[in-house]
């Protein structure tokens, strides 16, 4: 047998050593908001990555948004050093999950396996991943002990709520400068044949029309802010959603629909609070004198963000230009710009090759239509060899009955090995 096979055969025989990993990771609650039981995780990769040689850091990113002594937010970077002088390979999954939702047939921590899968909040999104990640590298490890260069393995924070106290800590503590790892592969769940390139790019902002309060009976005393933004809205579907759909990339976005820009409103809030649902009371009449709409909008690499921006800003002109007595105020919440590594890089071709040997066809190229913490790596880490490769579907992130393949997770952990094996024992390949 050569190195590959022996490789590909170590993993398929660690089944059961992956399947309760995975298991013991669904377990552990690490739910975001508001981030629990990081700590926990942490602990129990920290004993599992140390019985495989390799040497640990827990860090708690202190003073990060959504730090706190209740829920600080801890995050795990383990690296072991090969034999001679050489390249690093880091495998970076976040450790929380979203909140679990209704519609579930299973204990959602419950790690239960049926039919060749395991369910749970997290399975596909990440759990699956990680788990895949540090069984291809302990196997790695042990078909290979001689190999040079270093492994990483993180476990971060927050990934599903921007991620700044996870990678953006790290990243800008020096965790992923090119100086230090590089290579990266994110094990999000993008299907075990397909490598993500990156990114759309995001700008969040808040609109705020302006009105003026009087009584609901007299509404032509005060100056409705609802009647503004429906004019906003009314202007938003005349141009600019027509003119979003327009606008086509050559990013390999999936799914299909996404490959264009787009824009999604959040949400619009005007006039009185609601009031809790216990009140029996009724609303007083008032004109609202403001109301505000949360705008998403993901944009595409052709894209500048100024232009992303001043696009807004001549919707809101438009309605100003036409309407008298028409205010309005505009707020950024939230920018991230896209990214896309070049196919030629060479995680992108280790992957690749490595695709190909284990399913005897050749990858596919995505770009996902959200973001993730590629976003940090690339722009704090300033480190463009990044990709997005892992088990499980999709679809299935965030969803009642949340599961991840086993047989997929083992072809993904043997695609990462291979990877391990071209890029950290360039002679051991056949
Ligand atoms: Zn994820």
Redesign the pocket.
């Known amino acids: 047998m050569d190195l590959q096979q022996r490789l590909t055969a170590e993993i398929a025989a660690r089944r059961d050593d992956l399947v309760a990993l995975t298991q013991d990771l669904i377990r552990i609650p690490t739910l975001n908001p508001p981030g629990e039981n990081y700590r926990e995780i942490c602990d129990y990769l920290d004993r599992r990555l140390l019985r495989a040689g390799f040497h640990t850091e827990l860090i708690r990113a202190r003073g990060a948004v959504g730090d706190s002594d209740k829920h600080p937010r801890w995050n795990i970077v383990a690296r072991r050093e090969g034999q001679g002088a050489g390249e690093c390979v880091h495998f970076n999954s ?1 450790i929380d999950v979203v909140e679990v939702g209704h519609g579930w047939t299973v204990d959602p921590f419950g790690g239960e396996v049926k039919e060749g899968r395991v369910y749970g909040r997290g399975a596909c ?2 759990k699956g991943g990680l788990a895949a990640s540090i069984v291809a590298a302990e196997a790695f490890i042990a078909v290979c002990p001689d190999y040079s260069g270093a492994i990483e393995i993180s476990g971060t924070a927050d ?2 709520s921007g991620g700044f106290g996870g990678v953006a800590y790290l990243a800008g503590r020096g965790y992923f400068t090119p100086e230090r790892v590089q290579h990266v592969i994110i094990p ?2 993008l299907n075990k044949d397909r490598i993500c390139l990156g990114h759309r790019g995001v700008w969040w902002a808040e609109i705020e029309t302006k009105g003026e309060i009087a009584h609901g009976s007299m509404p032509f005393l005060g100056d409705c802010a609802v009647r503004h933004m429906g004019a906003v809205l009314r202007e938003m579907e005349d141009s600019l959603f027509p003119a979003l759909a327009q606008k086509r990339t050559d990013m390999p976005v999936v799914p299909e629909g996404a490959r264009q820009s787009t824009l999604n409103i959040n949400s619009i809030h005007g006039g009185e609070a609601e009031q809790d649902a216990d009140y029996t009371g009724l609303p007083s009449p008032c004109v609202p004198d403001r109301c505000r709409m949360v705008i998403d909008r993901r944009f595409l690499i052709e894209e500048d963000i100024a232009d992303v921006q001043a696009e807004i800003r001549e919707v809101l002109e438009t309605v100003r230009r036409g309407r008298p007595g028409f205010d309005y105020d505009i707020r950024e919440l939230h920018r991230v710009l896209p990214t896309m590594t070049e196919k030629d890089a060479p995680v992108v071709g280790a992957v690749a090759r490595a695709v190909r040997q284990v399913f005897g066809r050749e990858a596919d190229y995505v770009v996902s239509p959200g973001t ?1 913490d590629q976003k940090h790596i690339d722009r704090i880490g300033r480190l463009k060899n990044c990709i997005a490769y892992g088990p499980g579907i999709l679809d299935l ?1 965030h969803k009642p009955d949340e599961y991840v393949g086993i047989d997929d997770m083992i072809q993904s952990a043997q695609v990462m090995a291979l990877a391990l094996l071209e890029l950290l024992l360039p002679e051991g390949r056949a």
């Open positions: 976040h999104d990440m990934e599903e999000e769940p993730y992130a």
